[in-house]
């Protein structure tokens, strides 16, 4: 059994989407993440598989905020 995870992935996501936004995606090293989650490499990949799934949930999570505001506007 592993261990449980010691964060928060939807913080992670945002921290994530906010290393990206400063960075872009190319600028942007697995260890600018690692740096900026918390996390140790290991982690990262476990629980989100990749960068570029990383950038995807963050880019997610900033549409769906910036429709919501649209929607309800």
Not at 3 to 18: C, G, I, L, S, Y
Request: glycine share 12%.
């Amino acid at each position: 059994m592993g261990r449980p995870k010691q964060f928060d992935p939807d913080v992670a996501v945002d921290k994530a989407a906010e290393v990206f936004w400063g960075k872009g995606f190319g600028g942007t090293t697995p260890q600018d993440l690692v740096e900026a989650l918390g996390i140790c490499k290991g982690s990262l990949y476990n629980a989100f598989g990749s960068k570029h799934e990383l950038f995807t949930r963050g880019l997610r999570r900033v549409v769906d905020a910036l429709l919501a505001t649209i929607w309800h506007s």
